[in-house]
């Protein structure tokens, strides 16, 4: 049974950092992508950025672009999230997302895997 639990969620002021971190067990996604999706009250569920877990390549939204990267740890078969000068727009839950595909989508709809979310709360 695959599980994605992500950690690393919390308060912090505009301008702040955060990192998030995801944990995949029960199988590895090594030909796959891992991703960060985000979604606020009210709105729907928005692709943050993803990485191709064997090549590394990575992928980002416009809005994080310059402020998030994503990186992975092979041997512990972790995903990595790291948020630089956090706005208060960037409150949301953030989930974790998995598929064996090789391509890069940015549509929730082509991920199968979740977590259960963390909870990034920016204060202005």
């Known amino acids: 049974q695959v599980q994605l639990v992500e950690s690393g969620g919390g308060f912090v002021q505009a301008g702040g950092s955060l990192r998030l971190s995801c944990a995949a067990s029960?199988?590895?996604?090594?030909?796959?992508?891992m991703g960060w999706f985000r979604q606020a009250p009210g709105k729907e569920r928005e692709f943050v950025g993803a990485?191709?877990?064997?090549?590394?390549?990575?992928y980002y939204a416009d809005s994080v672009k310059g402020r998030f990267a994503i990186s992975r740890d092979n041997a512990k078969n972790t995903l990595y999230l790291q948020m630089n000068s956090l706005k208060p727009e960037y409150t949301a839950l953030y989930y974790c997302?998995?598929?064996?595909?090789?391509?890069?989508?940015?549509?929730?709809?082509?991920?199968?895997?979740w977590g259960q979310g963390t909870q990034v709360t920016v204060s202005s």
């Open positions: 997302a998995a598929s064996v595909a090789s391509i890069i989508y940015t549509s929730p709809n082509n991920y199968p895997y």
């Open positions: 029960g199988r590895t996604f090594s030909n796959g992508v």
């Open positions: 990485i191709n877990w064997s090549g590394g390549g990575t």
